[in-house]
């Protein structure tokens, strides 16, 4: 998965799940990792930060809804 890929999920995760959707990724890589799928749940870990970043207020702070 490219970056580009990992940053629409992010939106699209954000777009359906609201404010669950940290929650969502979360879940989704401890699901992979109990499956054994280190590479699937190293995807979720980036698409979990693009989120969390995407929900900034300002790129880079540690405040609130970007």
């Known amino acids: ?10 939106k699209l995760l954000i777009a359906t799940k609201g404010a669950e ?3 969502v990724a979360q879940e989704r890589v ?8 280190e590479a699937g749940a ?3 870990v980036a ?8 929900r900034r207020v300002t790129p880079g702070s ?3 809804i970007h």
Not at 30 to 37: F, I, K, S, T
Not at 47 to 54: H, N
């Open 1 to 10: 998965m490219n970056e580009l890929d990992l940053w629409r999920a992010a």
């Open 21 to 23: 959707a940290p929650a």
């Open 30 to 37: 401890r699901a992979l990792r109990r499956a054994g799928d």
């Open 42 to 44: 190293r995807a979720w």
């Open 47 to 54: 698409i979990a930060a693009a989120i969390s970043e995407l």
């Open 62 to 64: 540690k405040d609130g």
